[in-house]
Each structure stands twice: as structure tokens, then as C-alpha cells.
């Protein structure tokens, strides 16, 4: 029932951000980029103070990051694709799960399934061997989320509606 309980959440989640945006960092460009991509996030003031939120906005970015990091462990098993056989599917797991938490944590997440099916589509789309298990994989992955966050979609229909306009 203390403050401190009910920040405490925000706090670990926020510091569990941390280690994801170096792997992301990593997985872009390096053991380099990933170390300058941890410490620009241990450093963030804006991350510090929503860390230290009782909000959903750490759950929302922390989430995102696992979503991002399981797309680009995705692609980066696919490249080049495996013979025959079963596509890796752990990357999948955790962008379906980051996915999934990311939509209950706020309404702005509705975007990240989509702009992560844009790069998939792309980097799918530039490949010599376009294998189509991989869409089949990709699908299976945002089905999940999808089904999960259904129930949730009129709500936020409904706070979309009543929101506010800058006119």
C-alpha cells in the first residue's frame, strides 16, 4: 500500500530496459553501439522519470523493446533462411510477448505491430531467396497479440472517439 510499492514495478522495469537496448544497440551495430546505447538510456532523464512513474509508460517502452529486439533475432536467424526444415521461432516468442504486453500497456502500441510487419515485409522483400515460410512465421507471431488484444478494442475505439482534437 506504500508509494514505494506501487513504484517500485516502474523502477525494476525500467532498469530491465536497460540491458534490452544494448542487445537492440548490439544486434544493429555492434558490442559498441550497444554499450553507447545502454549507458544513453541508463543516463535518459526522461527514462529515469517515467522509471520512477507509477504509470504504464515504462511497461509500454520496455515491452516495445523486447518486441523489437525478438524481430531482429528473428531476422537476423532468417539471414540467410535455414534449409528446409523449421524456421527459429525464439525471437518470434518474444516479439509476440512484448508485442501483446505493449498493446495493454497503452493505446499507442496498436502502431508497433505494424511498423515491425513494415520492416519484416521489407527486409522479406529484399531478399534474393524470398522464402515463404517466413510470412507464414511472421503471421503466426501476430496472431497472438492480435487475438489477446481484441477484447480491448472497443475501449479503445471508444477513447479514440472521445479524445480530444487540436482544431
Do not use: C, K, M
Not at 523502477?11 to 545502454?38: F, N
Not at 531476422?75 to 523449421?86: E, Q, V, Y
Not at 503466426?140 to 471508444?158: E, H
Amino acid at each position: 500500500d506504500s508509494e514505494a510499492a506501487l513504484r517500485a514495478l516502474p523502477a525494476l522495469l525500467g532498469v530491465a530496459a536497460i540491458p534490452l537496448a544494448h542487445a537492440i544497440g548490439a544486434a544493429l551495430g555492434g558490442r559498441r553501439v550497444g554499450l553507447l546505447t545502454a549507458l544513453l538510456l541508463a543516463t535518459s532523464a526522461p527514462h529515469a522519470y517515467y522509471s520512477q512513474e507509477a504509470r504504464a509508460y515504462t511497461l509500454l517502452g520496455t515491452a516495445a523493446a523486447l518486441a523489437a529486439l525478438g524481430l531482429l533475432r528473428f531476422l537476423a536467424a532468417n539471414d540467410p533462411p535455414p534449409p528446409g526444415g523449421r524456421l527459429p521461432r525464439p525471437g518470434l516468442v518474444a516479439y509476440a510477448l512484448g508485442t501483446t504486453v505493449a498493446l495493454y500497456a497503452h493505446n499507442t502500441a496498436a502502431f508497433l505491430p505494424l511498423i515491425a510487419s513494415l520492416v519484416a515485409a521489407a527486409w522479406w522483400a529484399g531478399r534474393a531467396r524470398r522464402d515463404p515460410r517466413f510470412l507464414t512465421a511472421w503471421l503466426a507471431a501476430n496472431l497472438p497479440p492480435f487475438l489477446l488484444w481484441l477484447p480491448w478494442l472497443p475501449v479503445a475505439l471508444g477513447q479514440a472517439q472521445g479524445a480530444p482534437t487540436l482544431a
